[in-house]
């Protein structure tokens, strides 16, 4: 009993915490957690998954035989010797039979639709992937500037405080007061800028998620960055990419078009059985009819194919000349905001924060001017924010070039 009542007094602090936990899992998602949500819940990407499943059934409808006819007659004859009338009836049943070429290319028509609308969804997977990275790092990069401006604010207002004893001891000039204030009002200005960014950035990510996520949720994690031990080849994204596929199918669809109009040009047999009861008696049979191509020979038709399948030709090799282009300048991109980022990290930080840091204790002691020291601060918190413009360009470029080469890049 008294362990009972212990687990009982304690439920509504563990059902507290438990409940605590949860909001703050629903309220937190990192990059690749939102990047998950987005292909389940972007509507761009839902339709095109539905174009897929729907041409796929035509695919699937396309390989099957089409459907026999059946004819009934029903009547009354009236002999011409004078006879009595009679009744008359008839029943016939006939099944077209499409000629192969035709059928084949009919059939690879709708599977190259099919194969298109997939790699469809795959090129549209990938930039819908690229759009909510891009959102998530710009919001992981306005709370690094947010926690910066909130220093900076911090440190005027210090020094603000600092300013206004000196005034009133007579220490030092009205107007430097009124300087630093002007800076503090600036770094409040800057302060709700971006929080207001961070908002709408908030707002732009979860529309791409169809809104799934709920009122405040954050972005968890930090930009960072590390040395890449992969990189996939032109050669290789261009065997693979879905924008290659895409294209591919389009060709592949227009020389089928082109091989399906060639192939009207044969006709299609229809094979028909019939019985009936006529005024002479009952008679059967079996019987066979062809359309022969004698007024028009689809030239046009043949024409209009061949140009098509010679464009889409050229815009296959378009597309491959675009994408290799893509790739080696986002491999430029990379490379270049590498280097950046280790000129920032090879001491560049450091010698800005030893800087600020000598420029407070001049500043404290009267060795300098309140504007060579506003001047160290601005420096200092202008290559932190460098920094960070650096690191989510390093993540941008790295987005980019997957989505160039149509696989995660590590």
């Given amino acids: 009993m008294k362990h009972r009542f212990i687990t009982i007094c304690l439920s ?3 059902l507290t915490m438990l409940l605590s936990l949860s909001v703050t899992a629903q309220q937190s998602y990192s990059v690749d957690d939102l990047v998950a949500l987005g292909l389940e819940s972007n509507p761009r990407l839902r339709a095109q998954t539905s174009q897929v499943e729907a041409d796929q059934a035509s695919w699937q409808a396309a390989r099957r035989l089409f459907n026999p006819s059946l004819d ?3 009547g009354t004859g009236e ?3 004078g006879s009595p009338d009679v009744q008359i009836s008839g029943l016939s049943v006939s099944q077209l039979l499409e000629n192969p070429f035709k059928r084949q290319h009919r059939i690879r028509m709708a599977e190259s639709e099919w194969m298109g609308a997939d790699h469809t969804r795959r090129a549209i997977s990938l930039e819908i992937a690229f759009e ?8 992981l990069l306005l709370d690094a500037r947010e926690d910066l401006a909130r220093m900076n604010l911090t440190s005027l207002e210090e020094a603000y405080d600092l300013i206004a004893t000196r005034v009133r001891l007579g220490e030092t000039r009205e107007l430097e007061a009124i300087s630093l204030d002007v800076e503090v009002r600036r770094a409040r200005y800057q302060l709700n800028t971006i929080v207001t960014e961070k908002r709408f950035a908030s707002r732009h990510l979860n529309a791409l998620l169809g809104n799934s996520l709920p009122e405040g949720f954050e972005v968890a994690g930090e930009l960072t ?4 031990t992969n990189e996939t080849g032109i050669d290789e994204a261009l065997r693979t990419h879905p924008l290659i596929g895409r294209s591919e199918s389009e060709l592949a669809y227009a020389r089928s078009q082109l091989g399906l109009a060639r ?23 079996v019987g066979i009819s062809f359309e022969f191509p004698l007024w028009n020979q689809n030239a046009k038709e043949v024409t209009r194919s061949r140009s098509i399948a010679d464009m889409m030709s050229w815009e296959l090799e378009r597309t491959r000349l675009d994408l290799s282009t893509e790739i080696a300048v986002r491999q430029g991109h990379l490379a270049l905001s590498t280097e950046q980022l280790e000129i ?15 420029s407070e204790i001049s500043y404290r002691q009267g060795e300098i001017s309140l504007l060579e020291f ?3 601060q601005r420096t200092y918190y202008s290559i932190l924010n460098d920094y960070q413009d650096s690191l989510y360009n390093w993540n941008l470029d790295r987005a980019a070039l997957a989505k160039a080469v149509g696989e995660e890049i590590r």
């Fill in 12 to 14: 509504p602090l563990a």
């Fill in 72 to 74: 009934f007659e029903f």
């Fill in 79 to 81: 002999p011409g010797d």
């Fill in 132 to 139: 909510i990275k891009e959102h998530a790092w710009l919001i």
């Fill in 225 to 228: 960055w590390e040395p890449l």
């Fill in 263 to 285: 192939s009207l040009n044969i006709p299609d047999p229809a094979i028909s059985g019939f019985m009936g009861q006529e005024i002479d008696g009952r008679i059967r049979g």
């Fill in 344 to 358: 920032f990290e090879e001491g560049l930080l450091n010698q800005a924060e030893v800087r600020l840091q000598l």
């Fill in 374 to 376: 506003l001047d160290a």
